[in-house]
């Protein structure tokens, strides 16, 4: 698993993070990535959408977001 901490990042630096490690990681391995700006959350999700990927978000503590994203194909 790759952690990415994009704490203090707003849009699109996290989704730039995500493009740059999901390149690295075998199929059924997981990015993760660490962000307190909530409108990465859609971003990550139409990203995830539009090439295959699955993913789950879980708010943490109160605004901040863990995003796990499993590279599927």
Do not use: A
């Amino acid at each position: 698993m790759i952690k990415i901490d994009c704490l203090g990042q707003i849009c699109p630096v996290p989704m730039i993070q995500l493009q740059k490690h999901i390149h690295q990681i075998q199929k059924g391995e997981i990015v993760l990535i660490v962000t307190d700006h909530s409108c990465t959350l859609t971003s990550i999700r139409d990203f995830c959408k539009g090439h295959g990927f699955s993913y789950e978000s879980e708010e943490v503590i109160t605004g901040v977001w863990e995003v796990k994203v499993c590279k599927t194909n």
